[in-house]
């Protein structure tokens, strides 16, 4: 309350709060202010994993737990401004994901959409409603909300990559709906890659043709390191750098050129030896994975470190620089997404 008002006026107050709580009500006066903030003020802290400390932890895990009797062997990522919530930032849950040598986690679908991004290993797969995407270091694949998905690694290395889902933004719905396949594996109903000839080189099958086949507002779910990796170098090879954000690319969805899934986006940097970007702050809340390189993530002036596969966490509206040592290449999902579609997005470029 901005007024404090007299001591009498204050014992009325509280005898009011006390006599009304049974009846569920309570004053909007006393948090009005913490409700609708002047700009935004996260719960959640800006906060770095180190990969070398997450895979021991997760390798000790793969000791303990297999990956289909855990359904998923995943070390949450969990904000510590957070506890208890599952979340990275408000609206997304992040994740360390092991599978080993012949292990598999079983097939199911859910609500929630999910992005992989590979942090190690080569081989391993995901399928996706019956079609297997072969996981290379530092792919991107999504398993859209509700698409039938499994995993398996079938060479003689473990997998591990990050997984990003719209968990809490699911939560604060109260949207979530999933099931398992009867079967551990769905069936191979396609070739691998099949997806990526019919709708991954900006092109599609004729619509209404029987080779388009699937869903059409999803229909990509696998952006290879191969392809993203050659299209930032070539981009940044001959193009003026942007001076809030380096180089950078987003992933897109091919079926609108929005966000990669509703409510989650994407996108990669790329920040050459000695460059630095100028201090920028965004309302959507990021999580950036370090690809190749070092460097420094300067949050409201404060440094953190950044080695190869370490993973930050910048929530809403923290003023952020990034200072590359070497040649710094980032990924970073956040929920730009969601925002841009409730018109909440905003950025300051300082
Ligand atoms: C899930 O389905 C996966 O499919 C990983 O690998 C993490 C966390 C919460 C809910 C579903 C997966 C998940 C998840």
Not at 215 to 228: D, I, K, S, T
Not at 241 to 249: E, S, V, W
């Amino acid at each position: 309350m901005a007024d404090h008002g007299s001591n009498e006026q204050r014992a009325l107050l509280e005898n009011l709060y006390e006599s009304m709580a049974p009846d569920s009500l309570t004053p909007l006066w006393e948090v009005l202010n913490a409700l609708v903030q002047e700009s935004p003020r996260s719960p959640a802290v800006v906060h770095k994993w180190s990969y070398e400390r997450i895979r021991s932890f997760l390798m000790r895990a793969g000791d303990i737990i297999s990956a289909e009797q855990a359904e998923r062997r995943v070390l949450i990522l969990e904000n510590p401004g957070l506890e208890g919530q599952s979340a990275i930032i408000p609206s997304l849950y992040a994740g360390m994901q092991l599978i080993l040598p012949g292990e598999i986690a079983p097939c199911h679908r859910h609500a929630q959409c999910a992005l992989r991004f590979v942090m190690e290993g080569d081989g391993a797969y995901t399928t996706v409603d019956g079609e297997k995407a072969v996981m290379r270091p530092f792919d991107l694949v999504l398993t859209p909300g509700m698409q039938w998905h499994d995993h398996a690694n079938h060479t003689d290395k473990p997998m591990i990559w990050l997984d990003g889902l719209d968990i809490p933004t699911v939560r604060l719905f109260d949207a979530s709906f999933a099931e398992r396949l009867a079967e551990k594996l769905h069936p191979e109903t396609v070739a691998p890659g099949d997806t990526l000839h019919r709708y991954g080189g900006n092109m599609r099958p004729m619509r209404g043709s029987t080779a388009d086949r699937r869903p059409a507002h999803q229909p990509l779910f696998h952006y290879p390191f191969e392809q993203w990796r050659a299209n930032l170098t070539g981009m940044a090879a001959t193009s003026d750098i942007d001076p809030h954000l380096g180089h950078a690319l987003e992933f897109i969805n091919p079926a609108n050129g929005g966000s990669i899934m509703p409510t989650i986006s994407a996108h990669v940097r790329q920040l050459p030896a000695g460059f630095e970007t100028k201090p920028r702050r965004s309302s959507d809340g990021t999580i950036f994975v370090v690809v190749e390189g070092r460097g420094t993530a300067l949050v409201n002036g404060e440094e953190h470190p950044l080695e190869e596969r370490d993973v930050i966490a910048v929530p809403s509206w923290n003023e952020l620089q990034l200072q590359a040592e070497t040649d710094l290449i980032l990924f970073g999902f956040s929920d730009k997404a969601s925002q841009e579609k409730l018109n909440l997005y905003r950025e300051m470029r300082a």
